[in-house]
């Protein structure tokens, strides 16, 4: 048994005793108050990291019964209602036998029960701690995540601008259920690994987990210990920008039968052309792919490789369906298209029913991707296996980067 979880459980027995002497006794000492009050603190900061939960307002009932404005009766009820939650989750914690299950399931406790606020807090004062590593990294920390403010949401803390951390905060709280969902159906402890690493950075804007769990043995989408490949592979790269991921493609899984790229951007495409001209059996696109037929508009970045489509613009994009431009058996697509992933995988329905191709798509580009995308694929095709992958830079400025994989 671990020794924080042994203590809890004595403690426990102690607030069970104060309990039944509270029920038996029919005048109590307020010492007793005392000491139940800060006994269920004592549990609370341990287990949740906080005195107070959400929705449980024990100690606030305990000072009311005090100043006589609760009945005892109220207030024992109040107390059962808050053993048992805590029992419950003390049982269930004590069967988590390995420290990654144990920090995904505390973090999972931590944003049911902590209120909104008390989160917003902590954030507020994780990402403050960042100061640590000298005032030019916190500002370009900062800048990064406003660099991409539609993905994530804005950040300035001197300002009193939080939308970052609001919506991360309603994320866990409301999805809770979908995170423990994906968290189980993960393959392997590497991809448990990964998306408990991404969440707790989330929370604590810790540095060092984003280098404990990048993945520095593959490239992005080609981890060998996920991926298969032999000669029949019609591989899709949607988001090609110059070739670079083709050509990984290439070099690291070896043979195929036929490549195509896609991209958006006029200009990267006719690099891609360039870059592509060696290799044999690779059909290039300039087109967007979503989940009908259709026209968009080009919406440039900075970088080039975070070119997207939008509703509006001045340089029309033509929007096809893989289901509709490509007519032969597909074996493995990748995705990395700013955001457009979910449409582009819906009009590739058929696609992914019929052919079950291998699937390597970016899920970092909103709040939501991460477990809205493996629904995605599960309900298209439920015998896909889920895997994720953190391939993010040494020493970066967020958890992006992450690939999910459907095999």
Known sequence: MREDIKQLKD???????????????????????????????AVNKS?????????????EMIEKYMENSVTKEELLFEISKWYELVNEKI????????????????LMNYVELMPHEIIL????????????????????RVAHFNRYVDFWGAINIEEGIFDLFHNRINELKNHREDF??????????????????ILQFWVKYDLSLINKMRENNYESYYDLDIIKSDENEVFVDLGAYTGDSAEDFIHRMGSYKQIYCYEISKDTFEILKQNMAPYEN??????????????????????????????AGEEAIEITTLDIDIKEKITFIKMDIEGAEQAALKGAKHHIKCDRPKLAICTYHNNHDIWQIPRMMREMNPDYKLYMRYNGAVNGFNVSEFVTFAV
């Open 11 to 41: 403690i426990m027995s102690m607030v069970k005793r104060l309990k039944e002497i509270m029920a038996q006794s029919q005048e109590i000492k307020s010492d007793i108050f005392l000491d139940t009050k800060e006994t269920i603190n």
């Open 47 to 59: 287990m949740f990291e906080h005195e107070v939960l959400d929705n449980y307002t024990t100690c």
């Open 91 to 106: 049982e269930f914690m004590e069967k988590k036998t390995n420290y990654i299950d144990y920090e995904f399931y505390s």
């Open 121 to 140: 807090k902590d954030m507020e004062r994780n990402f403050n701690g960042i100061k640590k590593y000298g005032e030019e990294v916190y500002k370009q």
């Open 180 to 197: 423990i969902w994906l968290y189980e159906e993960l393959e392997d402890y590497r991809s448990k690994f990964v998306l408990n690493g």
């Open 282 to 311: 690779v059909t290039l696109v300039n087109k967007g792919i979503g989940e009908q037929e259709g026209v968009m508009y080009l919406e440039r970045s900075k970088y080039a490789s975070a070119n997207k489509v939008a509703e």
